[in-house]
């Protein structure tokens, strides 16, 4: 027996993000010349993935912060003085150690895109009133997300170990270690999927999408880290498929929208008009004025890092019960 509306937006959505995305770059990737990192600063990947997807992405979180002032769940004070003081401490750690600055940076990417998951696995949990164990999707959620992060960061190096920066990383974890890791990981894999066979022999009803959207988690990185030690695959997946999921998030709760469709998501030009232009301005600001003046470790450089920062902090709240502006099932 199948639990029903486990998914998160759509049945067709959430397949597509989820797997039908990370099929089409399997295909690109393994079967083509294509490579990730050379069309990354290409003016075909800014214009079809790097202002549309990742940088709009950070730039939509305005979109739920708006929808939450007009609703008087925040107030216009608190958001200021939250960014202030962000922007204040960013400059300051800065300035004071830029290679600490950086890997806190990027294990905070690591945490925000984790924390997206898991609680898209945990919303599915909530609208099927999900009957399993919560301790245990847990247990899973975090193995099947931590192991890759550390078999990357170990001296196996199955690619470049760093995030935003040459050498960001914290890494050094022993080979023997990673392999005990590896066995832990593959143990509890296995157990997952028996517990899920116990739950159907108890007539206990399979959140089937929840588990969709776990698998195809740990495949990507599972398959791009471990199996295929490859960049590219780990790269894209998680740029495109954060980024859609991320913005399709915002935009339903701009919209109030139960029931989305393809239709209303992708052609709402006023939230689009935001985000992009946003991103647009960020992108010419970093890229073209920014960068090409300053040198990087110089504190100046922490404003091309605010966007992304302000973005991590109010990501911690905004999908919080207590600030959903509307009486969605989809808030967290």
């Not at 597509?16 to 399997?26: A, I, K």
């Not at 931590?146 to 995030?163: E, V």
């Not at 701009?254 to 946003?278: D, E, H, R, T, V």
Request: hydrophobic share 50%; aromatic share 20%.
């Amino acid at each position: 027996m199948l639990a029903k509306n486990g998914f998160i937006f759509s049945p067709k959505i959430d397949t597509f993000y989820s797997w039908g995305v990370l099929l089409l770059l399997l295909t690109a990737f393994l079967l083509t010349d294509l490579n990730f990192h050379s069309e990354y600063e290409s003016l075909k990947y800014v214009l079809l993935i790097g202002i549309p997807i990742e940088m709009a992405h950070v730039c939509s979180t305005f979109i739920p912060l708006m929808a939450r002032m007009k609703k008087n769940q925040l107030n216009l004070n608190k958001v200021l003085l939250i960014s202030t003081l962000t922007i204040m401490l960013l400059v300051f750690f800065y300035s004071v150690t830029f290679e600490l600055f950086i890997t806190c940076l990027a294990f905070f990417a690591i945490f925000h895109i984790f924390r997206q998951h898991y609680g898209f696995f945990m919303v599915s949990r909530a609208k099927t009133k999900d009957q399993s164990s919560r301790i245990i999707d847990n247990i899973f959620s975090i193995n099947i997300m931590l192991f890759p992060l550390l078999w990357w960061i170990s001296d196996h190096k199955p690619f470049a170990q760093s995030y935003f920066h040459r050498d960001d990383f914290i890494t050094g974890i022993p080979i023997e270690i990673a392999n005990i890791l590896h066995a832990c990981h593959l143990l509890i894999i296995l157990f997952y999927i028996f517990y899920q066979f116990y739950l159907k022999y108890k007539n206990v009803s399979l959140n089937l999408f929840k588990l969709s959207n776990m698998f195809s988690v740990w495949t990507w990185l599972y398959l791009s880290i471990v199996i295929l030690k490859n960049p590219d695959i780990f790269w894209s997946f998680l740029i495109i498929n954060h980024g859609l999921f991320y913005i399709t998030y915002s935009h339903l709760d701009y919209g109030y929208q139960k029931n989305p469709s393809m239709k209303k998501i992708y052609f709402n030009y006023s939230f689009f008009a935001i985000s992009i232009l946003l991103a647009i301005i960020w992108y010419v600001s970093n890229n073209m004025v920014i960068k090409p003046n300053f040198d990087l470790k110089h504190w100046s450089m922490a404003f091309v890092w605010v966007p992304l920062i302000v973005h991590y902090v109010f990501d911690f709240f905004i999908w919080k019960k207590r600030y959903s502006p509307f009486n969605s099932s989809l808030a967290k």
